[in-house]
């Protein structure tokens, strides 16, 4: 088979599977497996492929009509910068969450040293990427899976990004600051959401990490208590949550409250600051 008919085969067996990007997926399992950009497959489409590879792709493949995520078959995606390890013991890094780091980027601006938290971490993405472009900041990561400081453990070494890993409970309060800023992504899926989902995320990410009741409002309610006089706090929140959000940060006494959008349009960040000292 040449890796042209590879793409062909792979995309026909992925639509039939209901897979929703079923050419760009075949490219990348293709291009994964080889070794190539996607960019590079046409000029290597009359390469034929070897009985190993053949084999390897066919696993893949299966992974895939399965409705495994296309990032945990890979066992990697991008996110900003990074190239992070990921698996089902961790969320898939998001678009959306790429907005949450440009936020935090902009609150840390012009502070030299701040300290900053991320509250339910999974795959590192947020804080990795924080570190990475805030070279001065000094990152502490914290989640109740053990399983998932392990692959942030793991993509902190990938990366060569040093960040502060801890195992924490986030119903139990934050860990002692002060934080310049506190930024979590935490589960906000409802119980009777979760059927509606797509099968990649509903049978594959891990369930902890998407689904919680009372999550946003612990960070927020914890936030309080360990960041600096001034300190901001930067969540993802659920579509047409925002207005949600918001109200219940100006509840409990946070200024300056802020939304943001993604790139679909959608306010899905929202942001405020702590009272200052008087």
């Known amino acids: 088979m040449t890796v042209g008919r590879a793409v062909t085969e792979t995309a026909e067996r992925l639509e039939a599977a209901g897979c929703a990007s079923p050419r760009v997926d075949a490219e990348l399992l293709v291009g994964h497996l080889l070794g190539l950009r996607r960019s590079e497959l046409a000029l290597e489409g009359n390469r034929k492929l070897s009985p190993r590879e ?3 792709l066919e696993q893949m493949v299966l992974r895939r009509i399965d409705r495994e995520p296309l990032a945990y078959v890979l066992g990697e995606w991008g996110f900003r910068r990074l190239t992070l390890r990921v698996d089902p013991r961790v969320l898939i890094p998001r678009p959306e969450t790429e907005i949450v780091v440009e936020r ?13 938290l991320d509250v339910g971490t999974g795959s590192g993405a947020i804080a990795l990427a924080v570190a990475g472009e805030h070279p001065g900041a000094r990152v502490t990561a914290i989640d109740a899976s053990g399983g998932a400081l392990e692959v942030a453990g793991a993509n902190a070494t990938r990366t060569g990004i040093a960040i502060e890993l801890r195992e924490w409970d ?6 002692p600051g002060p934080w310049d800023l506190v930024v979590s992504n935490p589960p906000y ?9 797509e099968p990649e995320v509903r049978d594959w990410e891990p369930r902890a990490a998407l689904v919680g009741v009372g999550a946003t409002e612990a ?22 949550a925002a207005a949600r959000v918001a109200a219940l940060l100006a509840q409990l006494g946070y200024r ?8 679909t349009g959608r306010d899905r960040v929202v942001e405020a600051v702590t009272t200052m000292v008087t």
């Open 54 to 56: 053949e084999a390897e």
């Open 104 to 116: 935090c980027l902009a609150r840390l601006a012009g502070v030299e040293e701040p300290r900053v």
């Open 170 to 175: 986030l119903f139990t309060g934050l860990p």
């Open 189 to 197: 899926v409802l119980p009777e959401e979760i059927d509606s989902l």
């Open 219 to 240: 960070v927020a309610r914890g936030a309080l208590d360990v960041l600096r006089p001034g300190g901001a706090l930067v969540l993802e929140v659920a579509s047409g």
């Open 256 to 263: 300056k409250i802020e939304t943001a959008r993604d790139l």
